[in-house]
């Protein structure tokens, strides 16, 4: 089992900033892919932003050029650096960790309420 514990999100208005913060108590799969999706009201849960462990990143086309993820393997935690937000960015933020080639993630965190609106 991984348990994954998600920091960082809050209220933020249009146009700011937030961290969020997602440390894996283990890693069990190697390589492997953390990442963060969300889910809004009403809607399904997609894919923000994947990055494996040997550094590829991918994004969401609607959070190209806002949103930066990024790892640090040896303490198995993963961070996404939320600029320029948009209240379309409000959602509920899921931690994801599993396979690099696996269709979905293996494992989820708790998740964290991200709220853009002024």
């Keep these: 089992q991984v348990q994954l514990v998600e920091s960082g999100g809050g209220l933020v208005q249009p146009g700011g900033s937030l961290r ?25 849960r997609e894919l923000v932003a994947r990055v494996t462990s040997y550094g590829s990143a991918e994004y969401a086309d609607s959070v190209k050029g806002r949103f930066t993820i990024s790892r640090d393997n040896a303490k198995k ?42």
């Design 20 to 44: 969020l913060s997602c440390a894996a108590s283990r890693s069990i799969f190697s390589p492997n892919a953390m990442g963060w999706y969300r889910q809004a009201p009403g809607k399904e």
């Design 77 to 118: 935690t993963v961070y996404l650096q939320m600029n320029s937000l948009k209240p379309e960015d409000t959602a509920v933020y899921y931690c994801s960790y599993g396979r690099v080639y696996s269709p979905s993630p293996s494992y989820w965190g708790q998740g964290t309420q991200v709220t853009v609106s002024s």
